[in-house]
């Protein structure tokens, strides 16, 4: 490339208010001067960023690039290790021998098995929404309880306790509460997890922590495991719903014809994922020098890898900013990641997906916002996952 | 004669289910452990386009495609 490198300082806060689906401009505009960027991360620590499909794949795919929380290099202070059970940030052996006993527990088949209780689930949300009437939060009403009530069930989390739960994972996952705050959540979420996973020990029910009281794992590590599970388990699918729904009502042809067609169901679920990448950006660091895009990526270094501006590569999708539900190549999309890492409850998600939109759009035939588009509440881009805060909806009453 | 066939290798499978999802006439899950099984090495012609797409798109590397020269992929 002739052109001088391009720079990105930091990553932007906030996005065009006029297209929340699309990256922020300074992203798509660094992908505009080629795959790879120079980027200072928060603590003024040199790095890179990676905004184009092709080496966001291979860099997810490289054994050369490590998950460790410790080795990040973000920042000017040093960066504990992960938890124990916490295999999202950690390397193999160790990733490899916390995902091993998941991996036959969130399996095609067996997440299908699921299929019939997650319609229940989410007709008795949609039965709620229809007897309180018109307008509602989409967010609270349905968007966040599928996927909390379905992934509490596969734990085993009793009914009783799942809303105080819900709140606190809330609160660590938005990206907008004070340190104390936000330390005093994740400490609440700790204290009651290390309470379940003792109580499925002395008393195993049948749900997945049960199962897993079975293996070698110790109740320090299940609970990293199940807190993982969790904030995994609901933040992303409840974010892709209501984010999704959002999308959906502001490309009405493209609405109308998944209404009219269910066969479009499993394919728009598949668009919506790469088209919202509701999970921005990840991290990699070199454990040794890597060749990237023709430039040296030094031992040490860390990376961000953004996939919402990779799912939007125009070399890879074509007319990429573009939701086009019939799109074939749609299911190549990085939202689930790709390597070691790629999501162990994905098959859990396209389910959930497939069953809440298909329903939600059969149910509510005239389902439109009840706010001006622009009015609708925006997660900031400092929350891990992207979404809207709530999604004011309305309907024609006594249809259906 | 032309076939393509696959290898499997279930030490690096990490039981994302994607060759599953794509290709379910020529994967599966081990119902135990998650990781991939293979239920046709040559996949019959029908199923050809899948098992190649199943490939393209697993996570870890853990499904290898050999094709004689010219099948396109």
Known sequence: MSESLHTVTTLPATRQSDCPFDPPAELIDARRHGPISRYTHPGGIPGWLITGYDLVRSVLADSRFSSRKDLLNVVDFEIPPAPPGEFLLMDDPEHRRYRKPLMGKFTVRRMRLLTERIEQVTADRLDAMEKAGPPTDLVTAFAKPIPTIVICEILGVPYEDRGSFQQQIDTFMGGEVSDEELIAAYTATQEYLAQ???????????????????SDLTDEEL???SLVLLAAGFDTTANMLALGTFALLQNPAQLAALRADPALTDGAVEELLRYLSVAKTFMRTALEDVELGGQ??????TVVLSYHTANRDPERFADPHVLDLRRQEAGGHLAFSHGIHQCLGQQLARIEMRVAFRALVDRFPTLRLAVPAEEVALRPETADIFGVKSLPVTWDKAES | MRTTSLRIDRARCIGAGMCALTAPEVFDQDPDDGRVLLLHAEPPTVHRAAAQMAAGVRPSGAITLHEPESTGS
């Open chain 1, 196 to 214: 379940l996973v003792a109580a499925k020990r002395a008393n195993p029910t049948d749900d997945v922590l049960s199962e897993l009281t079975d």
């Open chain 1, 223 to 225: 609970k990293g495991i």
């Open chain 1, 296 to 301: 040296t990526i030094k031992a040490g270094t």
